[in-house]
């Protein structure tokens, strides 16, 4: 079963095209900075990262960041390396948290610590982290270099936070969405303000974009959280039922927990702790998923989420990029992988 969502504000599908279209030539000069700062005299590091970088992902987030810059009639050229930035920010964090998860399959293809072993893995990102750090340094902008680095400093926050929660059933929503806004949405929330302090447009516009960002990235991780559950591993690029057996608390199974019945609260306790995590199990889970509702509920809570995150651009620019970054979010919320 493939998970859908009803689009927020059209009949036809939603598609990342028009945005992809909006940036197309600004993309080839990030991809041209990925490329030349990946490089490095020992081997296995252009050779590890690029696997990764190269591995079909639609770079979202530094397309979120053109788009912007695009919106506020930018004309300059800094947000290419500033993209580049970014990029490094969420392929590092990617190898890192493959790493922790112990996870096999990113994007249908084998993980890097699959292939070179966790220290490469580690070590590369860590690599990559530098490489985006001496392009916001680059740059020049003390503005700049403070959004991307507190970004990067509350995406480990939030990664260390959804470690310490994991195994623990009495993880309680608001929790839950302090580990989402950071390990996720803080990366697209930072992204998008940056094109506002590279235009030199006033705090009111940083704000809204910030805003735009933030809640387009919660909407995004609740997505991912339902559809680990309803999709299967050739739609989502990943083994499904990760979150179930790495004993992930998400807001599915926190709703199906308070609404199901003694019984079935064992059942999640057990589940969660690590000693029901057969398929069978997983089977059961995305019964009592589907009978509380928490699945639908899950997806309806991404929409309100996406909505916030269109409202966020009301009054700002207009045209192409507006209506580009407006479908972005639908894609978002109604993205069946």
Partial sequence: ????????????????????????????????????????????????????????????????????????????????????????????????????????????????????????SVLVGDFLFSRAFELMVEDGSLRVLRILSHASAVIAEGEVNQLTAQRRIETGEERYLDIIGSKTAALFAAACRIAAVVAEREDAVEQALDDYGRNLGIAFQLVDDAIDYVSDGETMGKDMGDDFRDGKVTLPVILANARGSDEDRRFWKDAIEGRRVSDDDLAYANRLLRETGAIDDTLARARQYGQKAIDALAGIGGGKARAALVEAVEFAVARAY
Wanted: aromatic share 2%; hydrophobic share 45%; with cysteine.
């Fill in 1 to 120: 079963m493939v998970a859908t969502v009803t689009p927020l504000h059209r009949e036809t599908p939603a598609s990342l095209d028009p945005i992809m279209a909006l940036v197309s030539a600004d993309m080839d000069r990030v991809n041209e900075v990925i490329l030349a700062r990946m490089q490095s005299d020992v081997p296995l590091i252009p050779e590890l990262a690029g696997h990764l970088i190269a591995g079909g992902g639609k770079r979202m987030r530094p397309m979120l960041t053109l788009a912007c810059a695009r919106l506020l009639d930018y004309g300059g050229t800094r947000q290419h390396k500033l993209a580049a930035s970014v990029e490094f920010i969420h392929t590092a964090t990617l190898l890192h948290d493959d790493v922790v998860d112990g996870s096999g399959l990113r994007r249908g293809k084998r993980t890097a610590n699959i292939i070179w072993g966790n220290p490469a």
